[in-house]
């Protein structure tokens, strides 16, 4: 059964929890319209150059690859023998502006206990600069993106054990949590706790199926302060 989240949930589940694993974009900081709008227009241009097709193509063929790959970088590769760098290069340009402190959110995770790694798609770069204008840097002991995880994106499980593997996670004593719920079944296959953050998302709109969700939440600095403040 789902536990919704509120400050007077049961945490008594997560009381042996020592390793977090937390998603980067969309979980600990909100996506913007105008960035994803961005983010759309970069991944265009970078394909439209690359395959020398108009913008319309391109759109098409990003998608298609999302929707087949799991990911744009994925489906370049396999289908193009694309060297990554390439592709984060030109992806580096995005502007960042519209991502902000958020002293709440540091101070909660200053005070959650256990190992806390941040367990993303994109690239350590682009993850290392948010943690920084977010302001939690420090309360994390490491990194896994999309190079640690040899291009093989959320949500297939190799990844998730790769993850476990490299930094000696026991995943019966590991909680994930993720904006896009479909990235949450590895983790709970595996045995890991697992908290949604939801979104205003179309992925958010179309989930049927809640049933290796443990947590959901709207608010999650509302639902770690739940977590820590729980006697």
């Not at 994803?36 to 391109?58: K, T």
């Not at 709970?188 to 969700?213: C, P």
């Amino acid at each position: 059964m789902n536990k919704i989240a509120s400050l007077s949930a049961s945490f008594q589940d997560i009381e042996d929890i020592n390793v977090w694993i937390f998603d980067l974009d969309n979980t600990l900081y909100p996506i913007t319209p105008k960035m994803l709008a961005e983010i759309d227009d970069l991944m265009g241009s970078f394909i439209a150059d690359f395959l020398n097709v108009d913008r319309a193509e391109a759109r098409r063929i990003q998608k298609g690859y999302f929707r087949t790959h799991g990911l744009t970088l994925r489906g370049l590769m396999v289908e193009h023998d694309l060297d990554p760098q390439e592709y984060i290069s030109h992806l580096s340009q995005l502007d960042l502006t519209d991502v902000t402190s958020n002293p709440q959110l540091a101070g909660i995770l200053k005070g959650l206990g256990g190992r806390k790694f941040i367990y993303t798609n994109a690239f350590t770069e682009h993850t290392r600069e948010v943690m920084k204008r977010i302001g939690i840097t420090e309360y994390f002991d490491g990194i896994f993106d999309i190079n640690d995880a040899d291009f093989v994106p959320k949500p297939a499980i190799v990844s998730y054990r790769r993850l476990c593997s490299l930094h000696d996670i026991d995943p019966a004593r590991a909680i994930m949590v993720e904006d896009i719920p479909g990235n949450l079944k590895p983790a709970a296959e595996m045995g890991m706790k697992t908290v949604w953050v939801r979104t205003d998302t179309d992925w958010a709109k179309r989930i049927t199926d809640t049933s290796y969700i443990d947590y959901i939440t709207d608010d999650l600095p509302q639902w770690l302060r739940g977590v820590t403040n729980r006697a």
